[in-house]
């Protein structure tokens, strides 16, 4: 009995810490000051999508909560309203199972017209992500790709000001 106990303590231990999805060692590109490589993402429609120069803010969530926050507020908002001021919106679904995504998520995604760029591998999103804010909504501020602005929202409020 001891020994099925300390085995399944190992296998426990070995799946949520051996098989974490999360790269270890990637630093975060997302700082004041710096200049960001264009980067494609395809969108849920899998149609790709690169940043450009014209980019004026990228609106990303790491988290189901905050992914459910920004939808909700740009439902609200015409089909165009992303392209007319010139924001993307970037989803990471990175940490989902493929099957989840592909039974469930995509289908919901495909509701929304706007374009939700979408992050699928976990060294992607760490390129990114704050991860003491990754419950957060970050709105990141460029001019001609360079990083003006860092912001972290938790609320609709504070994140449609940021707009």
């Given at each position: 009995?001891?020994?099925?106990?300390?085995?399944?303590?190992?296998?426990?231990?070995?799946?949520?810490?051996?098989?974490?999805?999360?790269?270890?060692?990637?630093?975060?590109?997302?700082?004041?000051?710096?200049?960001?490589?264009?980067?494609?993402?395809?969108?849920?429609?899998e149609k790709p999508h690169t940043l450009t120069s014209d980019t004026k803010k990228i609106i990303?969530?790491?988290?189901?909560?905050?992914?459910?926050?920004?939808?909700?507020?740009?439902?609200?908002?015409?089909a165009d309203y992303l392209k007319k001021h010139h924001y993307v919106f970037v989803a990471d679904?990175?940490?989902?199972?493929?099957?989840?995504?592909?039974?469930?998520?995509?289908?919901?995604?495909?509701?929304?017209?706007?374009?939700?760029?979408?992050?699928?591998?976990?060294?992607?999103?760490?390129?990114?992500?704050?991860?003491?804010?990754?419950?957060?909504?970050?709105?990141?501020?460029?001019?001609?790709?360079?990083?003006?602005?860092?912001?972290?929202?938790?609320?609709?409020?504070?994140?449609?000001?940021?707009?």
């Amino acid at each position: 009995m001891k020994k099925l106990v300390l085995l399944v303590a190992v296998v426990a231990a070995f799946v949520l810490v051996g098989c974490s999805s999360k790269p270890t060692g990637a630093e975060s590109v997302i700082k004041v000051g710096n200049t960001l490589k264009p980067f494609t993402l395809n969108d849920q429609f899998e149609k790709p999508h690169t940043l450009t120069s014209d980019t004026k803010k990228i609106i990303f969530v790491f988290a189901k909560k905050s992914g459910h926050t920004v939808r909700e507020y740009f439902n609200t908002k015409p089909a165009d309203y992303l392209k007319k001021h010139h924001y993307v919106f970037v989803a990471d679904v990175s940490g989902m199972p493929s099957i989840i995504y592909t039974m469930f998520a995509k289908s919901d995604l495909q509701e929304h017209k706007y374009p939700i760029w979408l992050i699928f591998d976990a060294k992607d999103s760490a390129k990114f992500v704050d991860e003491k804010n990754r419950d957060k909504i970050m709105v990141v501020s460029l001019d001609n790709l360079k990083i003006k602005k860092v912001e972290f929202f938790s609320d609709v409020e504070g994140f449609k000001k940021a707009l």
